[in-house]
């Protein structure tokens, strides 16, 4: 199985910044990689899938790219909304895994 | 809109069922994931089933223990897991695909929450 590792764990900034959170793959997944972004208390929401396409309605300062092994989830100028815990997820084989997660926390 | 069933509290060795409805889109045309949430913990992916034909693919980590069915004339998916542990406790989520493409989690149900306890 394809594990997924997300860095870093938690990160502490202040809205207005520029994050980019990143994932590595143990082997290529072929640009079939999503981010889901999941607040307490809530299921998870589908930001990015396929590496660098939005999902329905996720606002314009999300954006990802990446190929190969290594992913990133850029959030620009970033809102009070945004603080939450962020996966990643491929889909390239079976099984899909996630990654641990990083957290996204107000400095 | 995918809505689960309510919460539940169940017994070590025993099974729960959970289901998940889906409407607003043609039911046989996307496919099902369910993903379980133990308490502040991670996304852990169980299995996934096509709404088309009932095919599945389970994470090896719960084969054996583990169904997921399809009833298109109601639109509901089911997953049921058997000999339940302590370990089990966590929020079940079905979570149908974004796309025809398999894989991409698009629309998730609110999670339901399973508890084992003696």
């Known amino acids: 199985e394809i594990v997924l590792t997300q860095s870093p764990d938690t990160l502490s900034l202040s809205p207005g910044e520029r994050v980019t959170l990143s994932c590595r793959a143990s082997?290529?997944?072929?640009?079939?990689l999503a981010w889901y972004q999941q607040k307490p208390g809530q299921a998870p929401r589908l930001l990015i899938y396929d590496a660098s396409n939005r999902a329905t309605g996720i606002p314009a300062r999300f954006s990802g790219r990446g190929s190969g092994t290594e992913y990133t989830l850029t959030i620009s100028n970033l809102e009070p909304e945004d603080f939450a815990v962020y996966f990643c997820?491929?889909?390239?084989?079976?099984?899909?895994?996630f990654g641990q997660g990083t957290r996204l926390e107000i400095k | 809109q995918v809505v689960q069933s309510g919460a539940e509290v169940k017994k070590p060795g025993a099974s729960v069922k959970v289901s998940c409805k889906t409407s607003?889109?043609?039911?046989?045309?996307?496919?099902i994931s369910w993903v379980r949430q133990a308490p502040g913990q991670g996304l852990e992916w169980m299995g996934w089933i096509s709404t088309y034909n009932g095919d599945t693919n389970y994470a090896q980590s719960f084969q054996g223990r583990v169904s997921m069915t399809i009833d298109a004339s109601t639109e509901t998916a089911y997953m049921e897991l058997t000999s339940l542990t302590s370990d089990d406790t966590a929020f079940y989520y079905c979570?149908?695909?974004?796309?025809?493409?398999?894989?991409?989690?698009?629309?998730w149900g609110q999670g339901t929450l399973v508890t084992v306890s003696s």
């Open positions: 607003g889109d043609i039911f046989t045309k996307f496919g």
């Open positions: 997820q491929h889909r390239s084989s079976w099984p899909i895994t």
């Open positions: 979570a149908r695909d974004y796309t025809i493409i398999r894989g991409i989690l698009g629309y």
């Open positions: 082997q290529s997944v072929f640009g079939y």
